[in-house]
Nanobody, 123 residues
Framework: VQLVESGGGLVQPGGSLRLSCAAS????????MSWVRRPPGKGLEWVSS????????YYADSVKGRFTISRDNAKNTVYLQMNSLKSEDTALYYC?????????????????WGQGTQVTVSS
């Protein structure tokens, strides 16, 4: 099983980034996919999730209206479009799988995790 995140980097406040997470080794279309982040010196924060069929999306209040999650089951890839970035979005961003929806902060319920991609928002 592999989840490989990409697309992170250094961006100025107000800028945009698009993260990707390429999955392999499991049936991608069976799972909810989530983005979770770890700000420097802090614990994990749930960011966003998408249902297995891509119909339903869920967002933390802190990113609602700025971030958009999407997935392409034909490509086994989930995306996170991040706009209007703020310094507080600086974090290591992980993608992770969950078989059931809800309980987005129950980290022990996530099945697979990627290694993460760093996003730094700074002028």
């Amino acid at each position: 099983v592999q989840l490989v995140e990409s697309g992170g980097g250094l961006v100025q406040p107000g800028g945009s980034l698009r993260l990707s997470c390429a999955a392999s080794g499991f049936t991608f279309s069976y799972y909810y996919m989530s983005w979770v982040r770890r700000p420097p010196g802090k614990g994990l924060e749930w960011v966003s999730s998408i249902s297995s069929d891509g119909v339903n999306t869920y967002y933390a209040d802190s990113v609602k209206g700025r971030f958009t999650i999407s997935r392409d089951n034909a490509k086994n890839t989930v995306y996170l479009q991040m706009n209007s970035l703020k310094s507080e979005d600086t974090a290591l961003y992980y993608c992770a799988t969950k078989f059931y929806g809800g309980g987005w902060n129950r980290w022990d319920e996530y099945t697979y995790w990627g290694q993460g991609t760093q996003v730094t928002v700074s002028s």
